[in-house]
């Protein structure tokens, strides 16, 4: 199952094979700036998995961990595709509203639930943070075995 997607103006695509992984939402004030939204929806993967035409550029920021994150976009329209907590990208985080087809994707997860916008109302059966894991890179990693 080939799994596509881009930003909104198309000059950077991506591919991958399938299964996907389970993907969570963080409620935090940092993914509400960068949704430019009430909160952030990721899938964490492998970056070796993504066949990427044209060219993200990226930023960095500092993680709640106190460690750098690179936030990756295009260029062209600014929309975000995906973070890494390095600059040679290997665990990513890759945004869900920028696959082509998001349908049937919920979030198992939700991080800085303590942060949400009110009159969200999460899944009971989903795994709820009021903060985030402690160790957020093998609690995604344990995510990507499961896809
Ligand atoms: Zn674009
Ligand atoms: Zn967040």
Redesign the pocket.
Known sequence: MTIAGGCQCGAVRYRFQGPIAPAYA??????KKQSASAF?MAVPMRYSQLTVQGDAASFETVA?SGKAKHNYFCGQCGTRLWHSPTNTPDAIALKVGTLDNPSGIAPSGH??VSKKQPGFQLDPASEQHQT?PDDLVRWRADLVRMA
């Open positions: 963080c409620h935090c004030g940092e993914c952030s709640h991080l800085w985030q």
